[in-house]
């Protein structure tokens, strides 16, 4: 059984910028969320373009999460 999302699905950046890699994925996937890294230190990644509302993406520099957005 999947675990509801938090807010209904309703993302903030407030609430993983900042954050290190470690903490936003825990606090992600303890909101019912899976999670992807689609940008590390400037570098982008290869990704499938499909969509899923229970996944995050994360830009990250320094394992510091700098933008967050579903899909």
């Given at each position: 059984m999947k675990i509801p999302l938090r807010n209904n699905g309703i993302i903030t950046q407030k609430e993983y910028v900042g954050k290190t890699y470690t903490e936003a994925r825990k606090y992600a996937e303890e909101g019912?969320?899976?999670t992807r890294i689609i940008e590390e230190n400037g570098k982008t990644f290869m990704v499938e373009h499909n969509v899923n509302q229970r996944r995050l993406n994360f830009r990250i520099s320094n394992?510091?999460?700098?933008?967050?957005?579903?899909g």
């Open positions: 019912g969320f899976e394992n510091i999460i700098i933008d967050v957005y579903g």
